[in-house]
């Protein structure tokens, strides 16, 4: 019988999912019994045992954590800053990977060899089809400012503040090397109709970031159609019920929000705080 993983009993779920002091038998069968999002927990679990302050996670599987009602996310993203930790992580997806065969979950998995600042790790688990189900995205980026300490019920991590991710995607969606993201563009609209956004803050990020173009907004009549065909592609999953769209608000008025949002930031107005209430920046 192949040793438990010494990093299961740092933590455990508040619902008692896995208990290392079951047989193998049982604790693959109870991972065998998680939903999608449980399965994301379960890494995200294993993962923020293993590193306090030098992992900071993001993305999607975030914002489903901290805005109610979020799109269902296939991936847990996070970045570290020191790249030699890499290898560490890379182990231990290795092994999450090997218990959700085992248990059934997926059929095969890949594991990125490498990291580099313009190149992202991780791994990648499919289904007997072939179809990618789940997966782990690791950047190797400076995580010194923009993010705070949160409590998600099962674990407590360190994820990027609101303002830090509203940077990444702002960089992306005015990047033509990364055009028509649909995707980023909805999880703006959702960031901003949920919660307050610091201005200066979030002008800080984007200057720490880099690589804003702000000369491609007000986008030109030909990105707009292309940007609304890629949003009329889009499918959104709910996330709290299994296999439920989510409804999209229409195109026409993310943009609008999104203009309201940006335009400000772009010419670096006299602003404070942006109201999810009111949808403008006061």
Known sequence: MEPLNAFDDVKTFETDVIDIYESENSKYSKLADLSHMEQLDYMVNRLASMFTTSIAFKGGYMLNKLIPG??????????????????????????????????GIIADYKIKDSIAPTSSGGIDMYAASGEKILGVDVGLHNISYGVKHYNIKFTEVQAFEFERMLSDKIIAILSRKRFRRAKDLYDLYAITNYTSIDFKKLVEYIEIRGGAEWDHIPFSDDVIVQYRKAWEKLVLIDSTVANVALDKPEFDDVLFQFYRFIMPVKNKLDCTKWSPLERRWK
Do not use: C, H, P, Q
């Open 70 to 103: 979020s799109r269902m996310t296939f991936d847990i993203d996070f970045s570290i800053e020191e790249k030699k930790n890499y290898e560490v992580i890379k182990n231990e997806l290795g092994r999450i990977a090997i218990e959700f065969e085992k248990a």
